[in-house]
């Protein structure tokens, strides 16, 4: 790679991490091409037009292209109904509008893959700002077992009585491993055999896309994520989306908007074409991405470090996280993430004291829209075991190349 002076050692471990990913694209691949194919099809069996990425202003009634990108969205997920809008503005947005549009005073909500996200935790169990503890909303959780995966028997005597399950997919700020869409059917299975009328809701940030199926086909009754991560595709400017069962979605649609309106008001300004094109372009997005991540962890891998997941194990999300043991050399791979950003390039990340986190955080992110996680960007909290959570890539040779620069500042500064 003559344009970034890769030392030969790097491009030496480059070729050898490439060459321990190639049987593992394959399925990537293939993976790709059948949910590029279902997507497809949904736009098809559901009528785009042109005029569907026309926007309205105002009010936004009778707003053909938003209900439009609801159907198809539904269609490509397995959805009764969807609620896809650029108001949400980001996945944890959408996610509490979904924990307030379905819970009421005295309901109980079961968290049972652990302690929710960061951001989350403020929204179910803060103590001021109007959180759902504020509301009589009580709170339950099952840890995961050491080893990263469900306590089954722990769901199942917790479970009686729950009117959510929740159960969050992605890995989060842990080093656990992400849960396939098997897995969170076995849950929502366990779940159901103790309470039948319960809520299965997912959240689904970073892994749409990633199988061929999402969790309601196996059981969830509403899946919840950002569009400025895998679904948007790298199109979308900002946004979320709520999906499943309908009448799940048209309570959650109440607390967007107003009771008695819901989703049929909202303009959609200039935003269904960013929408509609980046959910057409996600599976291969996130081929892209997933390729990246693979590549890392083969790479990283390599030069001596430990990689959740490594590189020849299963995938059920984007993120790949690197344990690097040490704050400095954390600081020194964003640092290289951001100088191998096509926009900000320049930029040195520093931690800061970041909204909803206890402690600081660090965040590279040089992209097209600002903190989109589908585009290359690594970010972590400063504390053990130091490591950094990477995701993204909308194109493998950039994100390879992105990759690249993080180890070549680590290795500047004498930490490789």
Same mark, same amino acid.
């Given at each position: 790679?003559?344009?970034?002076?890769?030392?030969?050692?790097?491009?030496?471990?480059?070729?050898?991490?490439?060459?321990?990913?190639?049987?593992?694209?394959?399925?990537?691949?293939?993976?790709?091409?059948?949910?590029?194919?279902?997507?497809?099809?949904?736009?098809?069996?559901?009528?785009?037009?042109?005029?569907?990425?026309?926007?309205?202003?105002?009010?936004?009634?009778?707003?053909? /292209?938003?209900?439009?990108?609801?159907?198809?969205?539904?269609?490509?997920?397995?959805?009764?109904?969807?609620?896809?809008?650029?108001?949400?503005?980001?996945?944890?947005?959408?996610?509490?509008?979904?924990?307030? /549009?379905?819970?009421?005073?005295?309901?109980?909500?079961?968290?049972?893959?652990?302690?929710?996200?960061?951001?989350?935790?403020?929204?179910?169990?803060?103590?001021?700002?109007?959180?759902?503890?504020?509301?009589?909303?009580?709170?339950?959780?099952?840890?995961?077992?050491?080893?990263?995966?469900?306590?089954?028997?722990?769901?199942?005597?917790?479970?009686?009585?729950?009117?959510?399950?929740?159960?969050?997919?992605?890995?989060?700020?842990?080093?656990?491993?992400?849960?396939?869409? #098997?897995?969170?059917?076995?849950?929502?299975?366990?779940?159901?055999?103790?309470?039948?009328?319960?809520?299965?809701?997912?959240?689904?940030?970073?892994?749409?896309?990633? #199988?061929?199926?999402?969790?309601?086909?196996?059981?969830?009754?509403?899946?919840?994520?950002?569009?400025?991560?895998?679904?948007?595709?790298?199109?979308?400017?900002?946004?979320?989306?709520?999906?499943?069962?309908?009448?799940?979605?048209?309570?959650?649609?109440?607390?967007?908007?107003?009771?008695?309106?819901?989703?049929?008001?909202?303009?959609?300004?200039?935003?269904?074409?960013?929408?509609?094109?980046?959910?057409?372009?996600?599976?291969?997005?996130?081929?892209?991405?997933?390729?990246?991540?693979?590549?890392?962890?083969?790479?990283?891998?390599?030069?001596?470090?430990?990689?959740?997941?490594?590189?020849?194990?299963?995938?059920?999300?984007?993120?790949?996280?690197?344990?690097?043991?040490?704050?400095?050399?954390?600081?020194?791979?964003?640092?290289?993430?951001?100088?191998?950003?096509?926009?900000?390039?320049?930029?040195?990340?520093?931690?800061?004291?970041?909204?909803?986190?206890?402690?600081?955080?660090?965040?590279?992110?040089?992209?097209?829209?600002?903190?989109?996680?589908? #585009?290359?960007?690594?970010?972590?909290?400063?504390? #053990?075991?130091?490591?950094?959570?990477?995701?993204? /890539?909308?194109?493998?040779?950039?994100?390879?190349?992105?990759?690249?620069?993080?180890?070549?500042?680590?290795?500047?500064?004498?930490?490789?």
């Amino acid at each position: 790679m003559p344009f970034f002076n890769f030392s030969a050692r790097l491009s030496e471990a480059a070729q050898k991490a490439e060459g321990l990913c190639a049987p593992f694209f394959g399925d990537i691949e293939k993976t790709a091409a059948y949910n590029g194919e279902k997507v497809l099809s949904a736009f098809i069996n559901n009528g785009v037009a042109e005029m569907h990425l026309k926007g309205t202003t105002g009010y936004g009634y009778n707003d053909a /292209g938003r209900d439009k990108l609801d159907e198809v969205f539904a269609e490509a997920v397995g959805a009764e109904n969807a609620l896809v809008r650029h108001g949400f503005v980001n996945g944890t947005h959408a996610l509490s509008t979904a924990l307030f /549009g379905i819970l009421r005073p005295n309901d109980t909500l079961l968290c049972v893959t652990g302690k929710p996200y960061d951001t989350l935790s403020e929204v179910i169990f803060g103590d001021y700002g109007g959180s759902l503890k504020e509301f009589g909303v009580k709170y339950a959780q099952v840890d995961l077992l050491p080893d990263g995966t469900p306590d089954y028997e722990g769901i199942k005597c917790s479970a009686a009585g729950a009117r959510v399950i929740y159960i969050q997919r992605s890995r989060g700020y842990s080093l656990r491993p992400s849960l396939s869409v #098997e897995t969170i059917g076995k849950i929502a299975e366990t779940a159901r055999s103790v309470n039948k009328n319960c809520c299965i809701m997912v959240d689904n940030c970073y892994g749409e896309f990633t #199988e061929k199926t999402e969790p309601l086909s196996v059981g969830a009754d509403l899946i919840v994520g950002s569009l400025i991560k895998n679904p948007g595709g790298g199109i979308a400017r900002t946004g979320g989306y709520i999906a499943g069962q309908s009448g799940l979605v048209e309570l959650c649609s109440y607390r967007l908007t107003t009771v008695g309106t819901g989703a049929e008001v909202g303009c959609s300004l200039d935003e269904n074409r960013n929408m509609l094109l980046g959910l057409f372009l996600a599976p291969q997005t996130v081929e892209n991405a997933l390729k990246t991540a693979v590549f890392a962890s083969a790479l990283f891998e390599t030069l001596g470090f430990e990689a959740f997941p490594r590189y020849n194990e299963p995938r059920h999300d984007i993120i790949t996280a690197l344990k690097l043991g040490d704050p400095q050399k954390l600081i020194a791979f964003c640092e290289g993430i951001q100088s191998g950003s096509p926009v900000d390039s320049f930029v040195t990340p520093e931690p800061w004291d970041m909204p909803g986190y206890d402690n600081q955080v660090i965040m590279a992110a040089g992209t097209f829209t600002m903190g989109a996680s589908i #585009e290359l960007s690594a970010d972590a909290p400063l504390r #053990e075991p130091y490591a950094v959570w990477l995701q993204g /890539g909308l194109t493998y040779p950039a994100g390879k190349t992105g990759i690249l620069c993080a180890a070549k500042r680590m290795e500047e500064k004498g930490f490789i």
